[in-house]
C-alpha cells in the first residue's frame, strides 16, 4: 500500500482477506503479490476521514525469466543483483541474486515489455525483453558503469551532510551525502535521470527537498549541485 510517501505491507487474513487500518485521508494505491503469482495491477482508493473502502484484488499465474550474468571476461559473475522490471511500470520489479554460477531465476512475472538490469561492483547490464510464455532465458555481460558526483547544498550555498541522494531513470541508484554534502551515485547506464534528495531537520522540525534533471554520457565527470529547498509556508 502506498500513500504519499508511505508504504506498508500486510499478510492475508484467513487465506485471502486483508485489512488496514489509519491510513490517512486521500488517495491511497493498493497491490498483492504472493510468490510465483503475477503482481495484481495496481489500484487507485481515495478515502475522506473516517471512510471504510474496499478492494477486491485478482492474482494471474506469473511468468519467469532466467539467464546468466557474466563479467567482462565472460566468466559468471555470482551475486550479482538483477532487477527485473515491466517497462511500464504497472507492477513492482523483481530482484534476485545470482548464484555461484552468474545464475538467476525471476518469478512471478507479468506478460508484456520488461527491463532486466544486472549490477556489482559498479559494473551494469541491461537488455528490454517481452515475456510472452514461460521459459525465457537471457545472458547479460557486465561492463564498467557511469557515475554521478556531486554536492547537496542549501538556499544559501552551505554543504548539507547525510543528505539521502537517489537517482531514477535508466537505472538506479542511492547514496548518503557525507559531512561536507558530497555524494557518488555509481553504476549507472547512459541516459536521462531525476535526481532527488532530501535532508530531515529536527529543529524546527522539516523536511528540505530539492530535484536536479541529468542527461547521463559516458565520460561524464563534472560535479552536479543539488539544492535543498524548505517547505513553503
Known amino acids: 500500500v502506498l500513500n504519499g510517501c508511505m508504504s506498508r505491507e500486510v499478510p492475508l487474513e484467513g487465506g485471502s482477506r486483508f485489512r488496514l487500518d489509519d491510513l490517512p485521508p486521500g488517495d491511497t494505491v493498493v497491490g498483492d503479490r504472493a510468490t510465483g503469482w503475477a503482481p495484481s495491477p495496481l489500484q487507485r482508493i481515495h478515502l475522506e476521514p473516517g471512510e471504510t473502502g474496499r478492494v477486491v484484488l485478482h492474482l494471474e499465474p506469473g511468468l519467469a525469466l532466467s539467464g546468466v550474468v557474466r563479467d567482462p571476461g565472460g566468466a559468471p559473475a555470482p551475486g550479482a543483483l538483477v532487477r527485473v522490471e515491466p517497462a511500464d511500470r504497472t507492477a513492482p520489479a523483481v530482484e534476485v541474486l545470482a548464484d555461484g554460477n552468474g545464475r538467476f531465476a525471476a518469478r512471478g512475472l507479468v ?26 532465458e537471457v545472458e547479460l555481460a557486465l561492463a564498467e558503469g557511469l557515475r554521478i558526483e556531486g554536492v547537496v547544498l542549501d538556499d544559501e550555498g552551505s554543504p548539507v551532510g547525510e543528505a539521502m541522494v537517489s537517482a531514477n531513470g535508466a537505472s538506479r541508484a542511492h547514496a548518503t551525502a557525507d559531512a561536507a554534502g558530497r555524494f557518488v551515485l555509481e553504476g549507472l547506464e547512459p541516459g536521462r535521470y531525476t535526481l532527488q534528495a532530501y535532508a530531515v531537520d529536527r529543529d524546527p522540525p522539516r523536511t528540505r527537498r530539492g530535484v536536479l534533471e541529468v542527461e547521463l554520457v559516458d565520460g561524464l565527470s563534472r560535479p552536479v549541485e543539488i539544492r535543498l529547498r524548505a517547505p513553503s509556508r
Open 111 to 136: 506478460a508484456g515489455d520488461h527491463l532486466v538490469r544486472a549490477s556489482l561492483g559498479g559494473r551494469t547490464a541491461s537488455a528490454r525483453l517481452a515475456l510472452a510464455a514461460p521459459g525465457a
